[in-house]
């Protein structure tokens, strides 16, 4: 069975960031201070890796490049 998903897929640029409120449901370490069930911020950054791939290694020249984007955790911080 087939039908469309909910889900679009977004492009964001490298670099991009987005501020995340998190509820630690587990003890949870945020700068020296252990925290649970509060919440927290968390800093991410979307960063874009590429991949250099060979299909042929008797041909160099026909490379393919692949990008993979991922959220990175950057920093985390107790809410007010």
Same mark, same amino acid.
């Given at each position: %069975? &087939? /039908?469309?998903? #909910?889900y679009s897929h977004v492009d964001y640029p490298n670099g991009a960031?987005?501020l995340k409120r998190i509820f630690a449901w587990l003890p949870t =370490?945020?700068?020296?201070?252990? +925290? /649970?069930?509060?919440? *927290?911020? %968390?800093? =991410?950054?979307?960063?874009?890796?590429? *991949?250099?791939? %060979?299909?042929?290694? &008797? #041909?160099?020249?026909?490379?393919?490049?692949?990008?993979?984007? =991922? /959220? +990175?955790? +950057?920093?985390?911080?107790? %809410? #007010?």
């Amino acid at each position: %069975m &087939k /039908w469309p998903a #909910k889900y679009s897929h977004v492009d964001y640029p490298n670099g991009a960031t987005r501020l995340k409120r998190i509820f630690a449901w587990l003890p949870t =370490q945020v700068g020296d201070t252990m +925290i /649970w069930l509060t919440r *927290y911020e %968390m800093l =991410q950054a979307y960063i874009i890796q590429e *991949y250099v791939v %060979m299909l042929d290694p &008797k #041909k160099p020249k026909d490379a393919t490049t692949f990008s993979k984007g =991922q /959220w +990175i955790e +950057i920093s985390k911080r107790l %809410m #007010k």
